[in-house]
């Protein structure tokens, strides 16, 4: 089954909206199978976010990454990658869809709350980057029936 990585960024954490945001992925129906708090070190934050280091952002996308504890997630589901995507929002919250995490709780670009993987292949690397095999826990939810035909 399709997983992808999540994760609510510092300013996500300290505005309160942890519960809000993993509700989100609940509510559609997706299964929670890893979750832990993070103080990410540069070096993980300069790999996890390896593809952008030539853009002019990337310094202040690291600091603010390893500004304050993030909380990350794998979230599992048909069409979760492309789903999650949806559901967090335009990357910039201003222009971001209201009823999207982005849109309903962001302002700016650089404080847009959540990280959600881009692609199938994308979510891999960065499951394998943020969480050790035995940190991801496979289980089959019970409510599946109702869930898909
Ligand atoms: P995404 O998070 O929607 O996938 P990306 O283009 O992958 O967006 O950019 C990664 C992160 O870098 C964004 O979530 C945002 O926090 C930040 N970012 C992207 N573009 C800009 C920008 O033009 N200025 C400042 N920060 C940016
Ligand atoms: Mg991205």
Redesign the pocket.
Same mark, same amino acid.
């Given at each position: 089954m399709e997983r992808t990585f999540i994760i609510v960024?510092p300013d996500g954490v300290q505005r309160n909206l942890v519960g809000e945001i993993v509700g989100r992925f609940e509510a559609k129906g997706f299964t929670l199978v890893g979750l832990k708090m993070v103080k990410v070190s540069r070096e993980l934050a300069e790999k996890h976010?390896d #593809? &952008?280091k030539e853009?002019? !952002?990337f310094g202040?996308?690291v600091e !603010?990454i390893i500004s304050a504890p993030v909380v990350a997630m794998a979230w599992e589901g048909n069409g979760v990658v492309a789903a999650a995507?949806k559901i967090?929002g335009?990357? =910039?919250p201003l222009t971001a869809e209201p009823g999207t995490i982005r849109g309903d709780y962001g302002i700016d670009?650089?404080? =847009?709350l #959540? &990280?959600?993987s881009?692609a199938i292949e994308t979510a891999q690397r960065e499951l394998a980057l943020w969480f050790g095999s035995e940190e991801l826990v496979s289980w089959e939810q019970t409510v599946k029936p109702w869930l898909y035909e």
């Open positions: 960024k976010y #593809v &952008h853009r002019p !952002f202040s996308l !603010f995507r967090i335009a990357t =910039n670009i650089g404080r =847009n #959540v &990280h959600g881009d």
